[in-house]
């Protein structure tokens, strides 16, 4: 979990354009991830290659990057 919320808030910097509680953040250019409640699927392939004006993170982060910030968002948003 420390590993995903590091990349959320300091290295992919997600917050700048999504909202999630958990990590105190209200950007609201992407979905609200708090409200989407996406599947781990779905975010491992978002964040890999990216979806409308997101970014892929393919070759920005590595693959376990890429699984722990998709495990800290699906936990935060599946309680």
């Not at 979990?1 to 910097?13: E, F, H, R």
């Not at 781990?40 to 910030?69: R, S």
Request: include cysteine; hydrophobic fraction near 40%; proline fraction near 4%.
């Amino acid at each position: 979990m420390v590993i995903g919320l590091d990349v959320y808030n300091n290295k992919a910097q997600c917050g700048v354009c999504h909202t999630l509680q958990a990590a105190g953040s209200a950007g609201n250019i992407g979905p609200n991830l708090d409200q989407l409640k996406p599947s781990m699927p779905k975010i491992i392939y978002t964040v890999t290659n990216g979806i409308g004006v997101m970014q892929a993170w393919e070759y920005i982060l590595t693959d376990e990057e890429i699984e722990a910030v998709a495990y800290y968002v699906f936990s935060s948003t599946n309680k």
